[in-house]
């Protein structure tokens, strides 16, 4: 089983203006050979939104730091390795890997 950082992006309203933008979001992936996947409930955004003193929503970067503490997970699972997440609790089964023989079972 293989152990990995991926991303999903998620749309915010920066400004509080309704006007759009985009976070990306790190989580933990567990992958075995045959192209099953997991997930892991813990999230790591790159933006922080909180209201300031007048009420106004501010975003503040931090993508470093939802970096290092995404690392730091990835190296703490390795460093356990589970090797069944099947019905584990805090991992999610997701989409197989596109072309796998869990993505050929998943879409037969």
Do not use: C
Not at 12 to 21: A, E, L, N, V, W
Not at 33 to 49: E, I, L, M
Not at 73 to 95: A, C, H, K, R, S
Request: glycine content about 6%; hydrophobic content about 30%.
């Amino acid at each position: 089983m293989e152990f990995y950082i991926d991303s999903y992006v998620k749309t915010i309203d920066y400004t509080g203006d309704f006007k759009k933008d985009h976070s990306n979001v790190y989580f933990i992936m567990g992958e075995y050979p045959d192209g099953r996947r997991y997930t892991h409930y813990a999230k790591f955004p790159d933006v922080v939104s909180e209201f300031d003193d007048e009420g106004v929503l501010r975003h503040t970067n931090v993508e470093k730091e939802a970096l290092v503490k995404a690392d730091r997970f990835l190296e703490q699972i390795t460093n356990y390795n589970p090797q069944d997440l099947t019905g584990v609790m805090y991992w999610n089964e997701t989409t197989p890997r596109y072309g796998s023989e869990a993505w050929i079972r998943y879409e037969g």
